[in-house]
């Protein structure tokens, strides 16, 4: 935000240089099929999220599925209110703790300024 122009003007001349800058790039994409000549390399998938993930949606489904007879807890209109409470509540807390994950005070990439971006994409 810092780097952008003050004026009227200087934001309409910074917007028209984006758009330039986006239509080349989009052009060579449709040319080529690709945004750059390197080669595609697959990084895969970690294995060890997909196991965890599995081995807790395991546990859980068998606690489940051993509680809620057990309870008797979806045999009454008091029981189904307490579940669906529960589970907004469950809703609300797994809202806040992927909101608080999200990087906001990263240290910021050092951008290179805005007419060498747009040589280097044409360029490529």
Sequence with gaps: MQ????TADGIGQWCKDVFVTKDALLEKYFAKGAFSDQQLQNIGRPMKSLVVVLLWSCI???GIFKFVPWSA?????????????FL???VIVMQIL???SESERSTPLNITPQDQTKERLVQK
Excluded: D, N, Q, R
């Excluded at 780097?3 to 003050?6: A, T, Y």
């Excluded at 807890?73 to 409470?85: D, N, P, Q, R, Y």
């Design 3 to 6: 780097e952008l122009p003050e």
């Design 60 to 62: 859980l489904g068998y």
């Design 73 to 85: 807890l979806l045999s009454s209109w008091k029981g189904i209110a307490f579940s669906a409470t």
């Design 88 to 90: 907004v509540l469950i």
């Design 98 to 100: 992927i909101h608080s």
